[in-house]
Every structure is written in C-alpha cells, then in structure tokens.
T-cell receptor
Framework: EAGVVQSPRYKIIEKKQPVAFWCNPISGHNTLYWYLQNLGQGPELLIRYENEEAVDDSQLPKDRFSAERLKGVDSTLKIQPAELGDSAVYLC???????????????FGPGTRLTVL | GQQLNQSPQSMFIQEGEDVSMNCTSSSIFNTWLWYKQDPGEGPVLLIALYKAGELTSNGRLTAQFGITRKDSFLNISASIPSDVGIYFCAGQSSNTGKLIFGQGTTLQVKP
C-alpha cells in the first residue's frame, strides 16, 4: 500500500511570492491533515479535512494561507504571499477513522521543506 | 501552540544501552502515540496507546499510558545505530480530539 505522497519535497522562493503544496493521502483515508513543523519542534495542526469538508482550520493563518480538498482525495495548501517566517516543513497526514475516535492513527507524508529568502 | 513537555530534549548513548523518554501534560489525553522521525522524512508511527495503564510493546520498544492519563513513556532496549532519530510523543485531547505533539527527543547512538 502506497503511503502519503507529497510534492514538491523542497521549495525555495523569495518572500512575497506564492507557493503551493500538494498531498495525496493513503487510498481510502477520509481524513486529511496539514501540519506545520518548525525546526526543533513537533508538528502543529493547520487544518483538518473530513472528506472534502474543512472541519478544523482554527490554526490556519487565513490572511495568507488557504487549502482545498475539492473531491475529498488530494489536497493543496497555498501560501500567498510567503513571508520569511513561513520557512518550515509542511507535513500532510491521513487517517481512516473518524477524528477523535478511538483509533485515530495518523500516517504522515515526507513533507515539503519550504525556504523563503 | 499548545505542546506537551517531552524529556529529555536529547540523548547520546552507547550502542546496546537502554533508553527511556517521557511526556507529561497538564491536560488529560485519551490516546497517546509515539512517532519516530528521520532527517528529511515525516514522522512514522511506532506505538499507539488507548487505555490508561496500558503497556504495549513493539519489538525492542515498550510504551505505557500513564494512569493519570497525563503522561506516557517510551523505552528502547538494547539500542542499535538505526535507532538514531527524533522521537515525538503525541496526545489526543479528550476535549477537542486534536493531536498535540511534544517537542521531540533527539537520540544519538554511538556504535
């Protein structure tokens, strides 16, 4: 079974430029998550999708970040415009159980490492 | 954002030694998870714990869900060089269902 796929793996952009990240979850997983991981820290949730619905986006900086999961499978996360402080690893994860259920095992992709110059 | 208190922050040990790390929180969790992250990769699930007091093993790894539901520990026995990496605990909040990660424990193993 293929794992969570993310692309690109690395991205270097100049500040004020837009950037987009793509995620393909494990087949059949209805829940998809985007996390932000700063250097030396654990992942922090940005947004969670149940199928195509964003059910928790309270940590997403909505002035510059947006996300979509139009058909309830793949997802994209966009930053426009990017700032220096956005340099981090952006992780996508998926799970097959209802969020908050007893077996919420999340499987992570390799991440996209963003560098904003 | 909210994070768990994970310790130690880093460890440098000799191959063959046992390792212990733990996570504590002021909040109650109904699920504890332990992940390992290698450089340039995403976290990989090692062990999941669902009941207070539960003790679960996965090969040389053993983890326990604290009785108070506010802590968990992970032990690695007879460490080997491939154990090198960053270990994260994660707790699922019983109030919000959100997964909250610790800051990580960086493990170095000297052959």
């Amino acid at each position: 079974e293929a794992g969570v796929v993310q692309s690109p793996r690395y991205k270097i952009i100049e500040k004020k430029q837009p950037v987009a990240f793509w995620c393909n979850p494990i087949s059949g997983h209805n829940t998809l998550y985007w996390y932000l991981q700063n250097l030396g820290q654990g992942p922090e949730l940005l947004i969670r999708y149940e199928n195509e619905e964003a059910v928790d986006d309270s940590q997403l900086p909505k002035d510059r970040f947006s996300a979509e999961r139009l058909k309830g499978v793949d997802s994209t996360l966009k930053i426009q415009p990017a700032e220096l402080g956005d340099s981090a690893v952006y992780l996508c994860a998926s799970s097959s159980n209802l969020y908050g259920g007893p077996h919420n095992e999340q499987f992570f992709g390799p991440g996209t490492r963003l560098t904003v110059l | 954002g909210q994070q768990l208190n994970q310790s130690p922050q880093s460890m440098f040990i000799q191959e063959g030694e046992d390792v212990s790390m733990n996570c504590t929180s002021s909040s109650i969790f109904n699920t504890w998870l332990w992940y390992k992250q290698d450089p340039g990769e995403g976290p990989v699930l090692l062990i999941a714990l669902y009941k207070a007091g539960e003790l679960t093993s996965n090969g040389r790894l053993t983890a326990q869900f604290g009785i108070t539901r506010k802590d968990s520990f992970l032990n690695i026995s007879a460490s080997i060089p491939s154990d090198v990496g960053i270990y994260f605990c994660a707790g699922q909040s019983s109030n919000t269902g959100k997964l909250i990660f610790g800051q990580g424990t960086t493990l170095q193993v000297k052959p």
